[in-house]
């Protein structure tokens, strides 16, 4: 008799506050073989989830977001943990204060929070708004001394296919 119960897809949401790098562990996880999508509306993520995922899924979801609340990111993430056909997992990025506020300062780039104060006001605002969620993680990681490299690295350790290729060649 055999099991033909097909294996949970893997899905992983990304967050944390601005600056703390989930654009960059977007990517990384793209180059891992998950379809990554940032900055996707929250009423939008049940139609993505729907029926059979071709391959894994990772999806970034900040303030930024047209309908971000918290309690709506916190009910997504009890209604994807129910689901047996998806294996969702939340991973929080975060940064001490200093380095946000250097990394905005390196950037000249404004708080999406603070459009029109100094960032460490909009990077408090966000680190309030964001406590629940964090508290929520099932995988936490502060990547203040991390560079994009070291970020990868973790995020290929965590998330990565043991048995898949982790590089590749382009020959011109």
Do not use: C
């Amino acid at each position: 008799m055999s099991n033909d119960t097909p294996k949970p897809q893997k899905l992983i949401v990304v967050s944390g506050p601005s600056g703390a790098g989930r654009s960059t562990a977007i990517n990384v996880l793209e180059d891992l073989g998950f379809e990554a999508i940032d900055n996707v509306p929250l009423t939008l993520l049940p139609r993505l989830t729907d029926g059979e995922l071709p391959r894994p899924l990772a999806i970034g979801l900040d303030v930024r977001n047209r309908d971000f609340t918290v309690s709506g990111v916190s009910d997504l993430m009890t209604q994807l943990h129910l689901r047996a056909d998806i294996d969702a997992q939340f991973l929080f990025l975060e940064a001490g204060e200093d380095t946000l506020v250097r990394r905005y300062s390196e950037t000249r780039r404004r708080h999406p929070l603070a459009p029109d104060e100094p960032a460490i006001q909009g990077i408090r605002r966000e680190a309030d708004l964001l406590t629940p969620l964090r508290q929520q993680a099932d995988f936490l990681l502060d990547t203040s001394d991390m560079s994009p490299h070291d970020l990868k690295a973790h995020l290929t350790d965590w998330f990565g296919d043991r048995g898949a290729a982790l590089f590749g060649i382009s020959l011109q």
